[in-house]
């Protein structure tokens, strides 16, 4: 089995666009949103902007919603070979077949990446026209899988993997995506499976390895068994899911602890699991998943879903509309001291949860410092401590405030701070003895 790349050897850092624009998204919004990302997160290392979901599909989603499609209308777009290609009412530069060629030039001229999503499998009406699979002798039509399609999108079949041209028609996909530029592809409806699709993650696996252009691959959606696929997960992508789709609502978030406490030692460069994107800022502005708003999060509980992807070291994939994004979230994402913890944090662990409270820490590169993340998630103010020999520090420590970028008295024994409701802080804790 071909390697993938050696291309994450920290979380991925960029923007997606399926928490604001759904299934909508066109490619003004997304040469917008590469121009913004170029102008303030670059220089943090955000490199990502990925195009999410139904891309080939025409604008007539915006009255009809696609999981509901009927048939085969609209016509999907897609080329001789059964792949897709995007909508040109809403991807005007894919016109011709040149599919996101001129988007990727666009976003690659910024310092940036582009990546797109793909579902799972085969589109269904390549296998009614009994399409041809570049480079082999079957048709689409041969390799279908139906009893393994996705279950909340009925564009595609799943593939068989045991018949002649399976391979061949997922090395043609990502062969096709290469050529237009694509260097992120996150691929749904491949985790959280029953049985566990083992030989068509291999496959995808195994065509991104040999498509000709370094490629990083995401895995999606979540709740891998950790015994069992866990492993097999690293070894077949960069990042991979770990939850179903989070939005901006505190249960939901709040349940993020316990899977993340699941996952903890697990992530290593270039195989990290994915706690989701970041419902922060400007969402649903297609009323796809409730109104247009800004994230329900208070920012009590924003900094909370940042402080654990922070101290976790999930991917970070930015959810709001950048236009729209106000400076305080800006400002968030802008944090270098706090963004550390995410990018050079060395094996995060939780030192507990209770009903009340969490804290999770780890080893910063300065030697013997930590990040400390401390958590209240209960609806009182609340003092959380941790006690500074369950941090892996003797003596006394210096205190870093990362998300205020101020400084705190220093602490011996046990660190302590005053934590809203719902809230989090983050700091970095060093031992004396350390600093020159």
Not at 150 to 163: I, S, Y
Request: negative net charge; aromatic residues 12%; contains cysteine.
């Amino acid at each position: 089995m071909p390697d993938l790349q050696k291309l994450a050897p920290r979380p991925p850092l960029g923007w997606n666009s399926y928490d604001c624009f759904n299934c909508n998204v066109t490619e003004d919004q997304v040469r917008q949103t590469a121009d913004i990302m170029a102008l303030y997160l670059k220089p943090l290392g955000y490199q990502y902007v990925v195009v999410d979901y139904c891309w080939y599909y025409p604008y007539v989603c915006n009255q009809q919603c696609p999981k509901q499609r009927e048939g085969f209308l609209p016509a999907l777009c897609i080329d001789e070979f059964g792949r897709y290609l995007p909508a040109v009412d809403r991807f005007p530069s894919a016109a011709d077949g040149s599919g996101f060629t001129a988007l990727a030039a666009y976003v690659h001229s910024k310092g940036l990446k582009l990546g797109i999503h793909v579902m799972r499998g085969i589109p269904k009406e390549a296998a009614h026209r009994r399409l041809p699979i570049q480079g082999a002798a079957a048709t689409a039509d041969q390799i279908a899988q139906p009893e393994t399609s996705c279950k909340w999108l009925n564009h595609n079949f799943g593939v068989n993997m045991a018949k002649p041209g399976a391979q061949e028609y997922y090395d043609s996909v990502f062969r096709l995506y290469a050529g237009w530029g694509v260097d992120y592809v996150k691929v749904d409806d491949m985790v959280h499976r029953d049985p566990y699709l083992k030989e068509e993650i291999e496959a995808v696996h195994d065509a991104v390895s040999r498509c000709g252009k370094p490629m990083v691959l995401s895995l999606s959606a979540g709740g891998s068994k950790l015994d069992e696929e866990t492993a097999h997960l690293q070894a077949n992508s960069h990042l991979w899911r770990i939850s179903q789709d989070i939005w901006d609502d505190w249960n939901m978030l709040k349940q993020q602890f316990a899977i993340c406490e699941q996952y903890q030692g697990v992530g290593r460069p270039h195989g990290w699991p994915d706690a989701d994107m970041l419902t922060i800022g400007k969402l649903s502005l297609n009323a796809s998943h409730g109104p247009d708003r800004y994230s329900l999060f208070s920012d009590d509980e924003a900094m909370t879903m940042l402080t654990l992807w922070w101290i976790f070291r999930s991917p970070l994939m930015i959810g709001g509309d950048l236009r729209q994004m106000r400076t305080k979230e800006l400002d968030w994402f802008c944090n270098a001291e706090a963004l550390a913890a995410n990018q050079y944090g060395e094996d995060p662990r939780q030192v507990f949860r209770t009903e009340h409270d969490v804290a999770w820490f780890s080893d910063a590169p300065e030697a013997g410092a930590k990040f400390v993340a401390l958590f209240n998630v209960s609806d009182e103010k609340r003092t959380v401590a941790v006690k500074l020999e369950d941090l892996e520090i003797k003596g006394t420590a210096s205190v870093r405030d990362l998300w205020q970028k101020r400084d705190l008295a220093d602490c011996s024994t046990q660190f302590s701070a005053e934590i809203a409701p719902h809230g989090a802080g983050l700091y970095k804790l060093t031992p004396t003895a350390f600093q020159s």
